[in-house]
């Protein structure tokens, strides 16, 4: 399955997306484990704080903070 990461900053209301990746994965937990192996070689101006995980049609699955804590 093809998932679409977006790395972002987040300050108060204000949020600034930093990146756009695409990942191909198997599931949901494996394109957040491969987004956390992202998160930690990117090379950004800026320090990440949140991540964003969507399918092809741009369906949000995850948002969440960038050290990949899996929703319950």
Do not use: W
Not at 1 to 15: G, K, L, Q, T, W
Not at 35 to 60: K, S, V, W, Y
């Amino acid at each position: 399955m093809n998932f679409v990461i977006e790395f972002y900053r987040s300050r108060d209301a204000d949020e600034a997306t930093l990146d756009k990746v695409s990942l191909e994965a198997p599931n949901l937990r494996a394109a957040l484990q491969g987004a956390t192996a992202l998160f930690h070689t990117l090379a950004m101006p800026q320090i990440l704080d949140r991540l964003r995980i969507c399918d092809d049609n741009g369906c949000e699955l995850y948002a969440g903070p960038a050290d990949g804590a899996y929703p319950v």
